[in-house]
């Protein structure tokens, strides 16, 4: 079936760590993106990539670094630099062929602070 | 960037009976999409109904329907008949015709009462 992988579910990071959030998708789609959702805030767009080797900023970009060196992953990095990591992270992915199509999504990487 | 406001952070429904969940939005686009999305416990996005902005009839999906009012900028989500497993997360979330940039609402979470 396809479908986005996102791994590990669950992921811990000490003071001054870099981790990084995999992503995989099987379902051909050209547009990926990684959220991340806090407590009564909603989804919050941190990158996103329309096509390999492309990627944009969104809006809470700072401490985060993203690679697209294959169409299907599309890693997320939390650096040392984020202060406030703990947060529920969802990466998710769209066709580029459909305007009306939606996202579909992973089932999230919770992470949290030693 | 666009703005969704979900003004209901909690709503209750009795099972059987039909609730409304509300979503404004900002925009000065003419051309648009605009999507529900449900979030169970599991965390897992669920893609609930979508609404092309060119189309003024109202989007069905079974129990799922939506009002959408376009000059006064709203898309409500009504569920009728309310069942235990729509207890959820609710997110509206808004993309412009020609961008790739999804942007959500706080959501709405949605308890149902046997």
């Known amino acids: 079936d396809g479908g986005i992988t996102q791994s590990p579910k669950y992921l811990f990071r000490k003071e001054g760590q870099n981790v990084t959030l995999s992503c995989e998708q099987n379902?051909?789609?050209?547009?990926m993106y990684w959220y991340r959702q806090d407590p009564g805030q909603g989804l919050r767009l941190i990158y996103y990539?329309?096509?390999?080797?492309?990627?944009q900023k969104g809006d809470i970009a700072e401490g985060y670094s993203v690679s697209r060196e294959k169409k299907e992953s599309f890693p997320l990095t939390v650096t040392s630099a984020q202060k406030n990591p703990t947060a529920f992270y969802l990466c998710?992915?769209?066709?580029?062929?459909?305007?009306?199509?939606?996202?579909?999504f992973g089932d999230g990487t919770r992470l949290s602070i030693l | 960037a666009q703005t969704v406001t979900q003004s209901q952070p909690e709503m209750s429904v009795q099972e059987a009976e039909t609730v409304t969940l509300s979503c404004t939005y900002d925009?000065?686009?003419?051309?648009?999409?605009l999507f529900w999305y449900k979030q169970p416990p599991s965390r897992q996005m669920i893609l609930v109904i979508r609404?092309?902005?060119?189309?003024?009839q109202n989007a069905t999906e079974n129990r799922f329907s939506v009002n959408f009012q376009k000059a006064a900028k709203s898309f409500s989500l009504k569920i009728s008949d309310s069942q235990l497993g729509d207890a959820a997360m609710y997110f509206c979330?808004?993309?412009?015709?020609?961008?790739?940039?999804?942007?959500f609402g706080t959501g709405t979470s949605l308890t149902v009462i046997p």
């Open positions: 998710a992915s769209r066709t580029g062929y459909d305007s009306n199509q939606p996202q579909h």
């Open positions: 379902l051909n789609h050209d547009a």
């Open positions: 990539s329309q096509i390999v080797n492309d990627f």
């Open positions: 925009t000065s686009e003419s051309d648009y999409y």
């Open positions: 609404q092309e902005a060119y189309k003024q």
């Open positions: 979330a808004y993309r412009s015709f020609t961008g790739n940039q999804f942007y």
